[in-house]
């Protein structure tokens, strides 16, 4: 393969990939159909905005904020079913019985744990040791602006832990998993192992005062920007939403088999931080994994980051095999 150059490199050299949103097939269908996949996600943004900017209270609470995200997520899945961007990533049983094992264990184990060694926990231990106050100056900002910085401030986070994961072999290690998965859907983000889900977890925004409809308004933004990361359904998304905010299209070639190209597009929400860094490549990949698509097990998920480290380990420090002389 000869690939495209993308700045100084060259991507799709090793697996088949698609550069340049100009490429990128469109919705097809009649003008209602074309109407609702180019309009659905902006749509869902400024409604999740309006809802948690007036909403009452009573209503705006963080019971609220699961319901809605359940039933989102059920929608998507929906939309999943009836339109999918990509046969080859159609939900089987197996696929669907390994996405609610690792939801189910970032709600119950992943939780509690980040209950006692979380960011939460971290932030408030620095503060205390070296007697820092929060920002309170934030809480003065208008509410939108507040919510903006949260979720910009987590996702700037997450892009340089992400970035670093590819580029540190010991966070490569329990990162690596999440890129054995063959195919996108809703539920894919939850997939890795629970040491790596833990890190691309963590955040600073603790260190900063917000208002707590603030912090329920940012998590609105972020499930009505960052939930289609992973899923196989296709949008004519707006010009200025591929420019501005993280799309299917940019998380495929991500997981792409091709080395170069995963190593492109590390932000969860807003892709222009990748523009910025030079990292963002438009574009899109249907072939998705390592070793050639090769799909991992559940144990061999949780284990993996282990047992190739002490590979590595014992290859690294091992004592030489002495040979017999003939």
Not at 108 to 126: F, H, K, N, P, S
Request: proline share 5%; aromatic share 16%; net charge neutral.
């Amino acid at each position: 393969m000869n690939g495209v150059r993308v700045g100084k490199r060259m991507i799709g050299t090793q697996a088949p990939v698609t550069v340049g949103w100009e490429n990128i097939p469109r919705v097809e269908g009649g003008p209602v159909k074309q109407f609702i996949f180019t309009w659905f996600q902006p749509a869902v943004l400024f409604a999740a905005i309006l809802f948690w900017y007036y909403a009452p209270n009573s209503i705006a609470k963080a019971s609220t904020a699961i319901g809605i995200g359940i039933g989102f997520r059920v929608l998507l899945l929906t939309l999943e079913w009836f339109f999918p961007r990509h046969e080859s990533w159609r939900l089987t049983w197996k696929e669907l019985t390994t996405d609610l094992f690792f939801v189910g264990l970032g709600y119950t184990v992943l939780r509690m744990v980040d209950g006692y060694i979380g960011d939460t926990v971290m932030i408030e231990a620095i503060q205390k040791w070296f007697d820092w106050d929060k920002f309170t100056w934030f809480l003065a900002m208008p509410l939108l602006l507040q919510a903006f910085l949260i979720s910009f401030i987590f996702d700037f986070g997450q892009y340089w832990m992400h970035r670093g994961m590819h580029n540190w072999y010991p966070l490569w290690l329990p990162h690596s998993v999440h890129h054995y998965i063959t195919q996108l859907n809703i539920n894919k983000g939850a997939v890795g192992n629970p040491v790596e889900l833990f890190l691309i977890g963590l955040g600073i925004g603790g260190f900063f005062d917000f208002l707590p409809r603030a912090a329920l308004l940012a998590g609105a933004i972020g499930m009505a920007i960052g939930s289609y990361q992973h899923i196989n359904v296709r949008f004519n998304s707006p010009r200025w939403w591929r420019f501005l905010f993280h799309t299917t299209e940019h998380h495929s070639l991500h997981h792409s088999q091709d080395f170069e190209a995963s190593r492109s597009n590390f932000t969860n929400t807003y892709i222009f931080i990748d523009r910025i860094f030079g990292t963002c490549v438009d574009g899109e990949a249907e072939l998705l994994g390592m070793e050639g698509g090769r799909r991992m097990s559940i144990r061999e998920q949780m284990t993996f980051p282990f047992t190739e480290g002490w590979k590595t380990l014992k290859e690294k420090f091992g004592r030489p095999v002495a040979v017999p002389a003939e």
